[in-house]
């Protein structure tokens, strides 16, 4: 059974002026979830993040928390919903007060040098080394992660992040990777992270979406192909690619249409199949492989002009097919697996 939904939006539109349009017709967030985002800058992630978190007004919908509805001026529910920035933003004063800053703004003092030290051990800060360190002393990694120590102590229903990853080392962003994990199966914390590290990405979230436009285009393992697209013969229709690959597709709903294609429907050979007319056989190289949870089956994306595109296999089929990151392939799917995105026909 699924868990009840802690966040629900409802046709939530946003916009800056002509510029950017958000729009979102539905969006659950369930308790317990970890949710990622991805999508190209200027895709409407960082928007949307703080219109979840309270910290920007739709211009349009409403936005449910647990089924009450949300007035952007209710404190008794915005308390439960932290949100960490891609730079945020640390108090010029030690260590130890920036971590404690929330607790004391909410009148919370019990066992607050433990709770403190406590989560600064979570983020991988030695209490004892950085407790009364300066704000200015710190390296961006370790900023970071104060920053995100002063968001667990408040131990909050919903956790949201904006590329958590960006301006970190991989050490620290593999604490950073362990502490949100913990604070999920600790405190049964929602979380809901944006983040063009995609790898990172998919060892902490359940589901990743995929933001276009301002639209959500389905999940990360539904490959997005956005147009435009041309008449090509018959019933085909085309996209041209930067490198002056062809991609076929059946007719959109519109010219600027964006396709789905499942990771399933995708095969990668090593050698170039010929004859194949109603098939796409695309030139690309082999950029990542992934284990996926399960463990049984494996993500392998390949870079082919200028998309990325994730194919699911078995580790038997990588084994036999002897690809590793670098490797020369064949993308090859059918014309018809390209399937249309309902909101672009509207």
């Known amino acids: 059974m699924a868990d009840p939904a802690l966040l629900r939006a409802e046709d939530v539109e946003f916009s800056y002026g002509d510029q950017f349009s958000l729009h979102v ?8 979830s970890v949710i990622g985002f991805v999508g190209p800058n200027g895709s409407g992630k960082s928007t949307f993040l703080r219109v979840l978190a309270f910290l920007v007004k739709p211009h349009k919908g409403s936005i449910f928390f647990s089924d009450d509805a949300v007035s952007f001026d209710n404190d008794e529910i915005t308390r439960h919903v932290t949100f960490l920035p891609q730079d945020p933003y640390l108090l010029k004063r030690s260590v130890f007060e920036n971590v404690a800053y929330g607790l004391r703004v909410r009148h919370d003092h019990k066992n607050l040098g433990e709770r403190v030290r406590g989560v600064l051990r979570q983020v991988g800060l030695s209490p004892d080394l950085f407790a009364e360190r300066q704000w200015h002393e710190l390296s961006g990694g370790e900023a970071q992660r104060v920053a995100l120590a002063s968001r667990l102590i408040l131990r909050p229903k919903l956790l ?61 393992s539904e490959n997005v192909l956005p147009g435009p697209w041309s008449r090509k013969s018959g019933e085909l ?79 038997q089929a990588v084994r036999e097919l002897g690809i590793l990151p670098g490797s020369s392939v064949f993308v090859i799917f059918k014309a018809t697996s390209l399937r249309w995105n309902e909101r672009d026909s509207s």
């Not at 690619?241 to 429907?265: I, M």
């Not at 010929?274 to 098939?279: D, I, K, W």
Request: charged share 25%.
């Open 160 to 220: 949201i992040l904006d590329e958590p990853t960006a301006n970190v080392d991989r050490e620290s962003a593999l604490l950073i990777k362990d502490a949100i994990v913990l604070l999920r199966r600790e405190y049964d914390t929602a979380l809901v992270i944006a983040s063009h590290d995609i790898l990172w990405l998919s060892g902490v979230a359940e589901r990743i979406d995929k933001m276009v436009q301002g639209r959500i285009a389905g999940y990360v």
């Open 237 to 315: 229709w085309s996209r041209m690619l930067p490198d002056g690959q062809v991609v076929r597709a059946t007719a959109p709903p519109s010219e600027n249409a964006s396709a789905l294609l499942s990771p399933r429907d995708i095969i990668l050979s090593l050698k170039d199949p010929e004859g194949l007319s109603a098939r796409n056989a695309l030139r690309g190289h082999v950029t990542a492989i992934a284990m996926e949870e399960t463990r049984e089956s494996l993500t392998v994306t390949a870079t082919v002009s200028n998309l990325s595109l994730h194919c699911r296999l078995t580790v």
């Open 25 to 32: 017709p539905e969006f659950i967030i369930p308790e317990r």
